[in-house]
């Protein structure tokens, strides 16, 4: 079976684009959590969705956006980058948002 | 305020030495999660706690859901061990964790 995946692996934008980061939870999970990790910290919860609505969400501001599809991916979006966004993100599912696996990352630099 | 705390923030052994990470947590929940990440790897999951002990290899993971307190023991040390463990409420905050460092 698949693991979690994230799209893209890498990706490098410039301040005040706009990112959208993709991740597809294992087959059969429906809650989908999205986490941000700065180089030397640990990962900062940003949403959670849940059947297709959002559950949960962490102290980001309102450039951060996501959201769940139908077939349970999730897509977070981030505007007007800044360079402090450069970090790994993190996605996991889960069943019911207990035991939660985790994606490999993307890693996004902001220049 | 943090929800959670773990202790140490940082920790050297020596291969071989029995080690305890600590978290501690103020608010009531269900269940918790023991996670590990390599530096530059991803995050993986050790054990998803809800109660008692649960032990996979050198592993040890214990939790009491009433003192809000869980426990990783790792047992026989080696330095692939090395790693941040950290330890969060099921679906919600992280902390930094505990940064281990397993030395020959």
């Known amino acids: 079976d698949a693991g979690v995946t994230q799209s893209p692996t890498h990706l490098i934008k410039t301040r005040g684009q706009q990112v959208t980061l993709r991740c597809s939870p294992i087959?059969?999970?429906?809650?989908v959590s999205w986490y941000q990790q700065v180089l030397g910290q640990g990962p900062q919860f940003i949403f959670q969705y849940y059947e297709k609505e959002e559950r949960g969400r962490g102290n980001f501001p309102d450039r951060f956006s996501a959201r769940q599809f139908p077939n349970y991916s999730s897509e977070l979006n981030v505007n007007a980058l800044l360079l402090g966004d450069s970090a790994l993100y993190l996605c996991?599912?889960?069943?019911?948002?207990?035991?939660?696996?985790f994606g490999p990352g993307t890693r996004l630099t902001v220049t | 305020k943090n929800e959670v705390e773990q202790s140490p923030q940082n920790l050297t052994a020596q291969e071989g030495e029995f080690i305890t990470i600590n978290c501690s947590y103020s608010?009531?929940?269900?269940?918790l999660h023991w996670l590990q990440q390599h530096p530059g790897g991803g995050i993986v999951s050790l054990f998803m706690?809800?109660?008692g002990k649960k032990k996979h290899g050198r592993l040890i993971a214990t939790i009491n859901i009433q003192e809000k307190h869980s426990s990783l023991h790792i047992t026989a040390s080696h330095p692939r061990d090395s790693a941040v463990y950290i330890c969060?409420?099921?679906?919600?905050?992280f902390g930094a964790g505990t940064r281990l460092t397993v030395k020959p």
């Open positions: 969060p409420p099921s679906g919600m905050r």
């Open positions: 608010v009531g929940i269900s269940a």
């Open positions: 087959s059969g999970h429906k809650s």
């Open positions: 706690l809800s109660s």
């Open positions: 996991a599912s889960s069943l019911r948002g207990l035991e939660q696996y």
